[in-house]
């Protein structure tokens, strides 16, 4: 990956951490969207919000911006999850449930609805923190970042500016 010598000069803190529920269950999506009252969230700087750079597996990079345009449909993380799931553990949940019909287990079925919200095999939220309040990655350079994970394990991601860079 080649940057440009301005964007190497910064030195920051990055953190990262992963996780699929805690004490309340699975982790909601609507979090990572922000689609919620956030007047009500102390924790959320509402002018840094309109900054925010999303990613999915389905519609690439899209703005707070975007939900505002008639004519741009953008879906919210929890219908890109649901998505995901039937669209890749379908036949997986319809083979197992003939498995589980063979050997006289169908009460062990469990559909990809199941999947998502069971804490063993729901998505995994990967937050990565880059920088300060004070200083942090503009979000063109986070874009060119090569993502390990981008578009394979990890369903999906969001670019966040609250203060510093989020990938999850």
């Not at 309109?50 to 389905?58: F, G, R």
């Not at 690439?60 to 993380?77: K, L």
Request: glycine content about 6%; proline content about 5%; hydrophobic content about 25%.
């Amino acid at each position: 990956m080649i940057f440009k010598k301005e964007e190497l000069q910064l030195l920051l803190k990055m953190t990262r951490h992963n996780g699929r529920s805690g004490k309340n269950g699975t982790y909601n999506p609507k979090h990572n969207d922000l689609r919620f009252d956030i007047a009500n969230s102390d924790h959320i700087d509402q002018d840094r919000v309109k900054q925010n750079v999303y990613w999915d597996c389905y519609q690439g990079f899209h703005f707070p911006s975007d939900q505002e345009q008639e004519d741009r449909i953008v879906y919210s993380f929890e219908q890109i999850e649901r998505t995901y799931y039937l669209d890749n553990y379908l036949d997986y949940c319809e083979v197992q449930h003939e498995r589980n019909r063979q050997t006289g287990h169908s009460g062990r079925d469990r559909t990809p609805e199941d999947l998502l919200k069971d804490k063993k095999t729901c998505p995994e939220e990967s937050l990565i923190h880059i920088g300060t309040m004070e200083q942090s990655v503009p979000p063109d350079v986070l874009a060119k970042i090569p993502w390990k994970d981008r578009g394979r394990s990890v369903p999906l991601s969001r670019m966040k500016n609250s203060g510093r860079r989020h990938l999850s």
